[in-house]
């Protein structure tokens, strides 16, 4: 019996023995967590710091790389002015080449549509002679007065610009004037050109646009 209280005695020592050196402990683990809470903060915030500081030195270094230096801004002012002066220049140089084909082209047409216009008043204006040729008249029209129809009817119309030539007209009646017989009518006209036309008919000679027209006697 002696043994057993004096072991359960020891063993209550042990106990009293650690559970007064439990706050001990846990203070010091306590006083050891808050000196390296400290230290951990202060390198996070140091490490954060660090790297603000690389991130602002790389974006400078950047800024400084892309940055233009001051003869480089001169040569892009230059090039600037130089473009629009070059694009005109260009341009002027193409229109100087494109020009002498644009007015040959378009005093060709005009001069292609004058002759056409002139061919149909000479066509009309030879229908428009035998036709009063061939009316019933008595007397029938003489030659001469067929002519005149001719000459008046081409002059009112024709496009001459003042430098026309007389139309040649020749009217044959050799078939005699009786009814049904035939009248014919022939109109020359010597086309002489306008403008570039001019030039071309004086190296080449005139162009002759001619109209034949043949009636019967009424």
Not at 78 to 94: C, F, N
Not at 102 to 107: I, P
């Amino acid at each position: 019996m002696q043994r057993k209280e004096n072991g359960s005695a020891h063993r209550g020592q042990q106990m009293n023995h650690k559970t007064r050196d439990f706050p001990a402990r846990a203070g010091a683990q306590s006083a050891a967590c808050a000196d390296l809470l400290p230290r951990q903060t202060h390198s996070v915030a140091g490490d954060v710091r660090r790297r603000q500081q690389r991130l602002t030195a790389a974006r400078a270094g950047l800024t400084g790389l892309t940055r233009p230096t001051e003869s480089a801004r001169r040569a892009l002012a230059a090039l600037r002015r130089r473009g629009p002066r070059r694009e005109a220049g260009v341009a002027v140089v193409e229109f100087g080449l494109i020009l002498p084909l644009l007015l040959l082209l378009v005093f060709g047409m005009v001069e292609f549509s004058i002759a056409l216009y002139d061919k149909a008043v000479i066509t009309n204006a030879s229908r428009e002679a035998a036709r009063a040729g061939v009316m019933y008249k008595v007397p029938p029209l003489t030659p001469a007065q067929i002519t005149t129809v001719a000459q008046n009817y081409a002059s009112t119309y024709l496009i001459t610009f003042g430098t026309s030539t007389p139309v040649s007209v020749a009217v044959d009646q050799s078939s005699g004037t009786t009814t049904g017989q035939p009248l014919k009518v022939t109109l020359t006209y010597s086309y002489s050109g306008v403008g570039l036309g001019s030039i071309v008919t004086q190296l080449v000679g005139s162009v002759p646009i001619t109209a034949v027209t043949t009636m019967n006697y009424e």
